[in-house]
């Protein structure tokens, strides 16, 4: 059954046909960041229309999501009203009742369905992007939690007097180890601006404080992950996102995590659905909730 699948980022938003993991009709547009929930719905339900196709509708959003309720825990990557009402909103726009998740959670089911989680009951999925985010499967369920918010891992506090989250704490693993920290970080460090896309060029080319920051960031990747194994015990980790296959990002994780005592060790792989890994796991989980 093809699902008309949509990933919510707080740069773009992804629609496709999904079915299993075939992904057609793939199109992309810049997300709006007005602040304004019905924003994003009538730009969702404007695409939607001109797809092909009457499937069902699953959105993969980033944010927390408490009971077809949007929430930005971090409102620097998606400024929305908190609770925004998003499946009432979209359904009225669309005419039929959408399936929705957190993009992190729904891209970990969809590793656990057919990417690097396969055939290991016990698996998270960590993306380290724009913000960080993972999902959590144990014993083969996908980990949603009470109000949304399991596997939010780019929370956990990495320094207790590190940097203002824009979550209300201080310290979160995002502000230390996300794509934003990283631009942040490389740009004091170098004395320039500049994105993370650039801080990896420069440290490709050799710059030692540049990999000093990038470092620096794999290693509180790692000692959140041995976190991790104390919470849940997780057999593996997949890392994706734009910052976790970067060249060279795993290598540096896999080395701090060798430094953990082995009681907190756990395999960690690249993450193989790569950017389409939302819309797959979300779609796939449309398919078995109807
Ligand atoms: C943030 C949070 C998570 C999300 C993660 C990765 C918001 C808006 N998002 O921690 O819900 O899963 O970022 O998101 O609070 P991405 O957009 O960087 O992929
Ligand atoms: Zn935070």
Request: some cysteine; proline content about 6%.
């Amino acid at each position: 059954l093809p699902v008309r699948a949509v990933d919510i980022g707080g740069t773009k938003i992804a629609l496709a046909t999904v079915e299993g993991t075939s992904v057609s009709d793939r199109h992309q547009f810049a997300t709006p960041r007005t602040g304004r929930g019905l924003d994003l719905v009538a730009s969702i339900a404007d695409a939607l229309r001109r797809m092909p196709g009457d499937g069902p509708v699953a959105v993969a959003t980033t944010g927390m999501v408490d009971e077809g309720r949007l929430t930005a825990l971090n409102p620097t990557t998606l400024p929305i009203e908190n609770g925004f009402p998003l499946v009432e909103t979209l359904a009225e726009a669309i005419g039929t009742v959408p399936l929705l998740l957190n993009d992190a959670q729904a891209a970990a089911w969809g590793e656990y369905r057919y990417g690097a989680g396969r055939g290991c009951a016990n698996f998270t999925f960590m993306t380290v992007s724009t913000g960080i985010g993972a999902g959590i499967v144990v014993n083969g369920q996908l980990l949603v939690g009470r109000r949304g918010l399991a596997g939010h891992l780019g929370h956990v506090v990495a320094d207790p007097n590190g940097p203002h989250c824009g979550c209300g704490r201080r310290g979160c693993l995002e502000t230390m180890a996300s794509g934003t920290a990283l631009a942040r970080l490389g740009s004091d460090a170098l004395g320039k601006p500049m994105g993370a896309p650039e801080l990896f060029a420069i440290a490709a080319g050799g710059n030692e404080n540049a990999k000093t920051v990038i470092r620096t960031a794999a290693r509180r990747v790692a000692s959140s992950l041995g976190d991790l194994s104390a919470v849940c015990d997780v057999e593996r980790v997949a890392l994706g996102g734009g910052v976790g296959l970067a060249p060279g990002f795993l290598e540096l994780v896999l080395e701090a995590v060798n430094d953990l005592p082995p009681t907190f060790q756990r395999e960690v792989v690249r993450a193989e659905a790569g950017p389409d890994a939302g819309l797959i796991g979300v779609a796939a989980l449309a398919v078995t909730s109807i």
